[in-house]
């Protein structure tokens, strides 16, 4: 787990159901992520879509949580170990404070 201040890095498996939630009810995260609004994201879907994107993308996937709930997910893919080298994607939920949250999130440590 990351921690810093309020805001940790968790399983998604923990979060599962505030994270379909954001992908199927907000409106402006469904427009950022390119989303299909008419199709709701399913459990099963969400699973096996993050599963092969991580397999294929040599990826950690992480629930971004702020006061135990998930605002958010973020993805540490295309992990090169022997050169340090990964690249980060996340998104937030449109109703969270950006700048704020993304400041803090890019000050995590490890603990």
């Not at 994607?89 to 949250?101: C, E, V």
Request: aromatic letters at 8%.
């Amino acid at each position: 787990m990351m921690k810093n201040d309020n805001i940790v890095l968790e399983s998604i498996d923990e979060h599962m159901n505030g994270l379909i939630w954001f992908l199927n009810h907000d409106d402006c995260l469904a427009e950022a992520l390119g989303s299909n609004r008419s199709v709701k994201i399913s459990k099963q879907d969400f699973m096996e879509t993050n599963k092969k994107w991580a397999a294929e993308n040599c990826a950690d996937l992480f629930a971004i949580v702020l006061e135990k709930k998930a605002i958010g997910m973020i993805s540490l893919s295309h992990q090169d170990a022997s050169s340090h080298i990964a690249q980060i994607g996340y998104w937030l939920g449109a109703n969270i404070g950006i700048k704020d949250t993304q400041a803090k999130l890019f000050n995590l440590s490890w603990i």
